[in-house]
């Protein structure tokens, strides 16, 4: 059974910088596609990034260029590093692999 746990999110400043993180167990981070996920309220969800396998990654435009996605092997964990956040990025974020999906962290930016 794959098992999701997102943490790391909170209440930061436009400008600043948080980084999620996703301990999964049940299945190899390594060797899966995985993704984040974010909901804002009154939004559907929709992607941010995602990482496959040899370690390619991709970013929805919003993001890309300040936050980056990564794992570790070792701890089975994957990450988002979000730097340069602004107001919009305000949701609550998920990990995913396919149909399975963590409980998700809120990530608030305000001032």
């Known amino acids: 059974q794959v098992q999701l746990v997102e943490s790391g999110g909170g209440l930061v400043q436009p400008g600043g910088s948080l980084k999620l993180s996703c301990a999964v167990s049940?299945?190899?981070?390594?060797?899966?596609t995985m993704w984040w996920y974010r909901q804002a309220p009154g939004k559907p969800r929709d992607w941010v990034a995602?990482?496959?396998?040899?370690?390619?990654?991709n970013y929805v435009e919003s993001v890309r260029g300040r936050f980056t996605i990564s794992r570790d092997s070792a701890k089975n964990t994957l990450y988002l590093q979000m730097n340069s956040l602004k107001p919009e990025d305000t949701a609550v974020y998920y990990c995913?692999?396919?149909?399975?999906w963590g409980q998700g962290t809120q990530v608030t930016v305000s001032s």
């Open positions: 049940g299945l190899s981070v390594s060797n899966n």
């Open positions: 995602l990482i496959m396998t040899a370690d390619v990654t």
């Open positions: 995913n692999h396919q149909h399975s």
